[in-house]
């Protein structure tokens, strides 16, 4: 089945959250269930699917990569408020949030504001 | 200021040592041009923005933590984003530390903060190119800096959006129970008293290094903490560690006294009160106010970070 590689990075503290590691190179299925599950194996999807978007991405760091407190990472299907994602150095807004299809060679960040100064 | 006036002795620098607060916020920052954000909490962030909004004014904001950096200019020109357009509600209370907690690299501060002066000088000539971004820093990514191409104001944005802004909603809230509350004082917390026969102040532990008899004191800071200082004869084990195995870290004779160190008192009692929980353990105290304390009131020269 097909599949794309994309780059993963956290920031600002963000890290910490996943083995203190800032840059991941995954590589996934470019078609996913609809319900942003992990399915078992990678040959048969039952029920609906969509193309890999950046939603589904965040869910799968959330099940395979995120180490502990998730709620320091999602809220209500999304990331929680303070972190910023940004899709090829662009703030995700400008390229549809969520809905972004990503492509072989992307460049996620995942940034956590920072207050301190 | 004497440093400013050193490179540039015509310059006028009004001084104004007041807390800035929803109260004041608005007449303190309306004789200036642009507001530049060098706090280190998300309430003041919140108020210093909605502030810049109402007030029509640039925001060149700077935050730093650890190895990282962020400078964004919020409401620059007819439809850069504000802080709100971007983080619309704070993150949880626990997710923010402050720098005293986890710490920042002088150098990255010094980075943030030319930057931030920088910004404003292109913004007041007129150098700026007026597009909204976001600056990334970060001391260990490669490459160090990442510029990051910003939405423009949102629409529905509850500071800067299209419904007309309403300057009272910005003087009614309260910006620290927006941002889920006080952040607790952790050195007052590790000086609260809690069951006396538990703890020792620092001069009583003090007398009893003094006595010379032999004791078990162990410090449960981070490894690099502890390199930086620590008391005479005091055994490493990080509270993370500690906490796995407590009994491992019990003399071996029970008549031998146990005292735990930390930085500020906190983690001290967490790791007393868990050895207490051990089954055949002698005295067990942890120290009052932690090496701060020390620091305070028994060796001045003792180092405090
Ligand atoms: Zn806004």
């Given at each position: 089945m097909a599949s794309i590689s994309i780059k993963v990075e956290f920031s600002g503290g963000l890290e910490l959250l996943f083995s203190n590691e800032r840059l991941h190179r995954l590589t996934i299925a470019s078609i996913v269930p609809i319900d942003n599950h992990t399915p078992k194996s990678e040959e048969i999807i039952e029920g609906e699917t969509k193309l890999v978007d950046v939603t589904f991405l965040i869910h799968y760091l959330r099940d395979n990569?995120?180490?502990?407190?998730?709620e320091l990472f999602m809220e209500n299907n999304t990331v929680r408020p303070g972190i910023l994602v940004l899709i090829n150095d662009t703030d995700w807004e400008l390229e549809?949030?969520?809905?972004y299809v990503l492509k072989d060679g992307d460049d996620i960040v995942f940034i956590s504001t920072l207050h301190g100064g | 200021m004497q440093a400013l006036k050193r490179g540039n002795s015509r310059l006028a620098v009004d001084t104004i040592t007041v807390a800035v607060t929803a109260e004041n916020a608005l007449s303190l920052l309306a004789p200036y041009d642009i507001i530049l954000d060098c706090t280190d909490n998300a309430p003041t962030r919140y108020l210093l923005s909605d502030t810049a909004v109402t007030l029509g004014k640039p925001l060149v904001s700077g935050a730093a933590q650890k190895y990282d950096g962020q400078l964004c200019t919020y409401?620059?020109?007819?439809?850069g984003p504000c802080y709100r357009c971007l983080f619309p509600s704070p993150p949880p209370r626990e997710s923010m530390a402050s720098c005293e907690e986890t710490g920042v690299l002088g150098a990255v501060t010094g980075i943030i903060g030319n930057m931030q002066a920088l910004e404003a000088i292109k913004i007041i000539t007129g150098l700026h190119d007026g597009k909204p971004s976001l600056l990334l820093f970060s001391?260990?990514?490669?490459?160090c800096f990442r510029s990051i191409k910003l939405r423009s104001?949102?629409?529905?944005?509850?500071?800067?959006?299209?419904?007309?802004?309403?300057?009272s909603i910005m003087l009614g809230t309260d910006y620290i129970q927006f941002c889920g509350g006080v952040h607790p004082d952790w050195e007052q917390q590790g000086l609260t008293i809690g069951d006396a026969s538990h703890r020792i102040n620092v001069n009583d532990f003090k007398g009893i290094l003094n006595s010379g008899r032999p004791i078990n004191l162990l410090d449960v800071r981070p490894k690099t903490e502890f390199g930086i200082c620590q008391l005479p004869s005091s055994i490493n084990i990080p509270l993370k560690q500690f906490l796995m195995?407590?009994?491992?870290?019990?003399?071996?004779?029970?008549?031998i006294e146990t005292y735990i160190v930390c930085r500020l008192g906190n983690d001290s009692q967490i790791a007393a009160e868990t050895l207490r929980?051990?089954?055949?353990?002698?005295a067990v105290k942890d120290i009052i106010g932690g090496l701060k304390a020390w620091s305070r009131?028994?060796?001045?020269?003792f180092p405090i970070y």
């Open positions: 990569l995120l180490k502990e407190r998730v549809g949030e969520g809905e | 409401n620059l020109g007819p439809d001391a260990l990514g490669s490459p104001r949102k629409p529905s944005c509850t500071a800067c959006g299209s419904k007309a802004y309403d300057r195995n407590p009994k491992e870290y019990l003399p071996s004779d029970p008549q929980r051990v089954e055949g353990v002698g009131h028994v060796d001045t020269a």
